[in-house]
């Protein structure tokens, strides 16, 4: 956990899966003199404490909620917080104040999506045989070469092995992802968003692979008090792509009186 | 640039910072499976299926634009018609046109490497598997092990522990951590080892192993172990042994304590005789025999009525039997015989117990005769008058209660006969006492001459006699036999050269007209005597009452 500056409001930002918290970089800049800014990783994510790590709690995004609740309580916030979330992490910052109403006041969501899976009429954008693709594929590249063999060649499924990875990907260990992948892509929250009471600016990207125009109208009309904001981008992870759009289109959002 | 990027000898694309796809060369058209240039996608998320999208947005953007560079990242194309073609994918950020940062993009075909890879990934997750089934059978096995009541443990053949179930690792104190690797000398200390020794090196050169042993565990008490060592044989070679252990404490004590019992079994003076449920003796003691004259094999395959003495009363046996239906148990005296025919009088405990699930019948005797004769001589004393052997007072009113009380059952007569002699203190005074005991003694004799068995002559002290009559005729009967017995006293009394005469006076009373206890009836009956005497001596006189019930009948 990091926190920046010393005065001010604070922010704490929240990295989507695949990433850690070095991904907001290069946003933390234009707030630097105006706000506290908190910055944390999830258990699994960048160089967080694999012990922490508990397959049952992560199972569901309310553990990785808990995980923002965790952080404010070690702060003592106790209101006035603006959670700034990315991908799936904007529905771990819906699901925050649902157990927490009194401490933030307001959410900015880069790219949400309550649920990735088609269901019905809804169209999340993917299906259940997707995930096990990208499974796979996180496995082919995680483990690469050296990785795949080691464990064959050493007989033995030591946790020590998997923990020498490269460190290229931001989340280092291939176990805690996978657990994080699946629930990413597997939970459905869509039946929590009338609980939430907190303002919200949805920061949706114009084209995004992983969450479409379609899924941040949704969004939109879901959630009480939200403003939808469109970001001419492609991509899904304007905060790196573009990061000055986004910064500006938060201190604007929060610059607005206070609903 | 389009021109030099077709020259490549692999498919290759430029894009901007946001995916969208500027330049692709003829490589990539046909390593996807595009007709045209024109079919190709606007955006690179495009040209990849959707798990390969996450992965791009999720892992490789966000590498790209920290480290510039992706190295060998492992993806597959979508083509037109949907197929995943496998290619490794080499990413850069080349210096920016017009400021704006441009990304190239160079796919290698990877079948063969992908289709490997993709293998390798299988067989981790089989190996995973298989790894995981093994931990469960070791689970499974470790399970069985613990639930077993012996101890087991494997010892390798450097003789360190390789292996031990809890009851292992209870009875020497040790946790799984301790005991494992830990040398099979450390374990049972110098003494204990020097005597397994041998063993130890019979189980190491291939042969199975038993001993007993006792020791002291951690706890500081004593046990006892019965222990097998199995050697482990692989291709004729012993790799370790099996140590399969039982802790027979108990069983050891149970069986001291059964010689205990055994040693109690032959030395006690108590004869014991063991029977089965169908009353076959099974066992007997010495002092059976020494009891009994019966050899122990003589004694064993007979039934438990061997000592039967017809002296019993012959409810005697159904009592016994119907206690020990009853209550398990029946205790008390009884007459037994001996081999020899001669009896004995035995106080007697008979159990049943249940002996592995059999039920025994289980008699501890001893021989009382001894103590029975001498019970015997002081009751009588109690009850007889030394001089004559006749019933005292005290057994007189014995019997009279017991008669007159079974009147309450059946009708039946009782005469009650009170003798007093007449000129007996003369005898006494003038020919000595001695002679006055012999005249006693003959008159006691001669009064019982002439009653029947049924009937009982008593001696209350001095000159006094009373004879009980049960269930004579009639008054005139009783008056008969007084008659008799006045006459019969009369008769001259010889001993030497000595001879003594001497009278008897009779008072008779009758159940119940003279009284209906024994008290009334020998005041009455003495009145009645008093009468006679006042009459002029040796003759009889019944009692008031009677003589109103039968008048006429006086004599």
């Known amino acids: ?77 106790e209101s006035g917080v603006t959670f700034i979330g990315h991908s ?65 060649v050493a007989g033995s499924m030591a946790p020590t092995v998997s923990r020498e990875l490269s460190d290229a990907f931001c989340s280092t260990d291939p176990e805690t992802t996978r657990v994080f992948a699946t629930t990413t892509f597997l939970s459905d929250n869509r ?69 | 640039m389009s021109e030099l990027i077709d020259q490549l000898p692999c498919a290759a694309l430029t894009t901007d910072a946001d995916g969208k796809i500027l330049v692709s060369n003829r490589e990539l058209i046909s390593l996807v499976g595009f007709e045209s240039e024109a079919a190709l996608p606007r955006q690179v998320d495009d040209l990849l299926p959707p798990a390969g999208r996450i992965f791009l947005q999720t892992h490789l953007w966000p590498l790209l634009r920290r480290e510039g560079r992706v190295r060998e990242a492992a993806l597959s194309l979508l083509s037109p018609s949907g197929e995943r073609v496998p290619v490794l994918l080499n990413c850069s950020r080349s210096a920016p046109v017009n400021g704006a940062p441009r990304f190239v993009w160079v796919f290698f075909a990877a079948v063969e490497r992908s289709r490997f890879e993709l293998e390798l990934v299988d067989a981790r997750k089989r190996a995973e598997v298989a790894a995981a089934q093994a931990e469960s059978a070791t689970v499974f096995i470790n399970k069985i092990a613990n639930a077993m009541p012996g101890m087991v443990a494997y010892f390798d053949k450097n003789l360190h522990c390789q292996f031990a179930n809890d009851v292992y690792l209870q009875w020497f104190g040790k946790s799984p951590q301790q005991m494992i690797g830990m040398s099979l000398r450390a374990l049972l200390g110098e003494a204990l080892f020097a005597a397994n020794e041998p063993s130890v090196r019979g189980a190491l050169a291939g042969t199975r192993q038993a001993l007993q042993r006792s020791l002291v565990k951690p706890d500081g008490s004593l046990g006892h172990t019965l222990a097998q060592y199995i050697p482990d044989l692989r291709e004729g070679k012993v790799q370790g042994f099996c140590v399969s252990e039982s802790d027979v404490t108990q069983l050891k004590n149970a069986e001291i304590e059964l010689e205990m019992a055994a040693s109690v079994f032959a030395n006690t003076l108590d004869g014991i005789m063991i029977a089965d449920v169908n009353g076959i003796i099974v066992s007997v003691n010495p002092a059976f025999t020494q009891i009994t004259g019966y050899a122990a094999a003589e004694a064993v395959g007979q039934r438990v009525n061997l000592l039967s003495s017809t002296r019993n009363d012959t409810g005697f046996a159904a009592a016994m039997a119907h206690d020990l239906v009853q209550h398990q148990r029946w ?112 008159v006691a004799g001669r009064l019982v001459g002439l009653v029947r068995q049924t009937d009982t002559v008593a001696r209350l002290g001095g000159d006094e006699f009373v004879v009980l009559l049960d269930n004579p005729a009639s008054l005139e009967e009783v008056q008969r036999i007084a008659g008799l017995l006045v006459t019969s006293v009369n008769e001259p009394i010889v001993r030497g050269d000595v001879q003594a005469q001497i009278g008897a006076s009779i008072g008779i009373a009758l159940h119940p007209l003279d009284g209906r206890t024994p008290t009334e009836l020998l005041k009455a009956a003495d009145v009645a005597m008093y009468e006679a005497k006042a009459a002029g001596k040796n003759t009889f006189r019944s009692s008031k009452s009677s003589l109103a019930r039968f008048p006429g009948g006086i004599a």
């Open chain 1, 1 to 77: 956990m990091k926190v920046l500056g010393e005065s001010g409001p604070w922010l704490i930002y929240a990295h989507g899966f695949g990433c850690s918290q070095r991904m907001w970089d290069q946003v933390t800049p234009f707030f630097r003199s105006t706000h506290r800014q908190v910055l944390f990783d999830y258990v699994g994510a960048g160089k967080s404490d694999l012990r922490a790590f508990d397959a049952s709690r992560y199972s569901s995004l309310h553990g990785y909620a808990e995980d923002v609740l965790d952080v404010c309580d070690a702060l003592e916030l």
């Open chain 1, 88 to 152: 799936v992490s904007s529905t771990v910052g819906l699901l925050a104040p649902i157990k927490r109403p009194k401490l933030f006041s307001r959410l900015v969501l880069l790219g949400p999506t309550p649920c990735f899976l088609n269901d019905g009429d809804y169209r999340g954008g993917f299906e259940r045989e997707d995930l096990e693709e990208l499974l796979t594929l996180m496995d082919q590249n995680y483990l690469g070469w050296a990785h795949t063999l080691a464990p064959l």
């Open chain 1, 191 to 259: 039946a929590d968003l009338p609980h939430v009471s907190v303002p919200s600016l949805i920061l949706q990207h114009r084209h995004d692979a992983l969450a479409s125009m379609a899924v941040g109208e949704y969004l939109h009309s879901q959630l009480r008090g939200s403003t939808l904001q469109v970001l001419d981008v492609s991509g899904h992870c304007a905060h790196m792509s573009h990061p000055k759009l986004v910064a500006d289109a938060v201190q604007s959002y929060l610059a607005q009186p206070g609903t």
């Open chain 2, 331 to 442: 205790e008390g005296e009884s007459w037994a015989r001996r081999q020899d025919g001669s009896v004995f009088r035995q106080w007697q405990r008979v159990t049943t117990t249940l002996a592995a699930n059999a039920q025994r019948y289980v008699f501890v005797f001893n021989d009382v005769t001894e103590r029975w004769h001498h019970e015997e001589r002081t009751r009588k004393l109690a009850l007889y008058d030394a001089l004559t052997d006749l019933p005292n007072r005290t057994l007189l009113l014995e019997r009279l209660g017991q008669l007159i009380a079974s009147t309450a059952r059946e009708e039946r007569k009782i005469a009650v006969l009170f003798l007093d002699l007449d000129g007996f203190k003369a005898v006494n005074d003038t020919l000595g006492h001695e002679v006055g005991d012999e005249v006693l003694r003959a």
